[in-house]
């Protein structure tokens, strides 16, 4: 048999190695994050900022505390809610404990984040709290970028960018929302639409939107 008679098998095998790796990659990829729970935390975040923004809102740190930790409650719930039900909607083989680990990536930025925010308040330093929120949710977002679509990590890099500008810009005050409200919108949102993808890689925009079939139904690769 001559070297051209191999050729096609070669290019045959070839392929069906890339198709395998493909399977292997969607398999590993997680999808139990909730893009419409991701921007219903993105929306409270604006609609904090209009609120606290209003005169009758108290000028005060501690109701501004209040306010973002209302805003973090109500992310929190929803994203784990959605996480619990995409959970106990998979097939009982495919309930393992283990493919909550994406999840488990995120907590320690988050509980950093925590830590700093409760030694800044205690100095004082209020001003500087939104700009570590935005970088250390960014982190949060890139650690476990190997598992979660691809297009998270623009989002990440994203909050970081903004969290460096209203750490070092001149003249961003704690009793501004506006910066912390508009950069989680447009964050979550982003986000939103990546995990929707994640899920539901033939959903369209209205289907974000629970137009036409369901938007966020536990989607898994076919065999």
Sequence with gaps: MEENDFAPHIHDAMRQVRA???RV??????????????????????????IM??????????????????????????????????FLLRP???REIARLMPTVDAL??????GLLS????????????????????????????RVLPRGIWPVGLFYIGCGAVCL??????FMNPWPMGVVFFVGEWAGGFVFHYNRKPEGTISSFF???QAAEEPHEPKD
């Design 92 to 94: 009982k083989g495919h």
């Design 108 to 113: 320690p930025p988050l509980a950093v984040g």
């Design 210 to 212: 629970g137009v036409g």
């Design 20 to 22: 395998l790796k493909r």
């Design 168 to 173: 070092f810009a001149p003249g961003v005050s």
């Design 53 to 86: 923004s209003r005169p009758f809102y108290p000028k005060t740190e501690t109701a501004h505390l209040v306010g973002w930790g209302a805003v973090l409650a109500i992310a929190v719930i929803a994203s784990y809610s959605a996480l619990l039900r995409w």
């Design 118 to 145: 409760a030694a800044l308040l205690s100095a004082g330093s209020h001003d500087i709290l939104f700009g570590t929120w935005m970088c250390l949710f960014g982190l949060a977002n890139l650690s476990s970028r």
């Design 25 to 50: 990659l969607a398999a590993e990829m997680f999808t139990g994050y909730s893009g419409r729970a991701r921007a219903v935390g993105g929306t409270a975040a604006l609609l904090a900022a209009a």
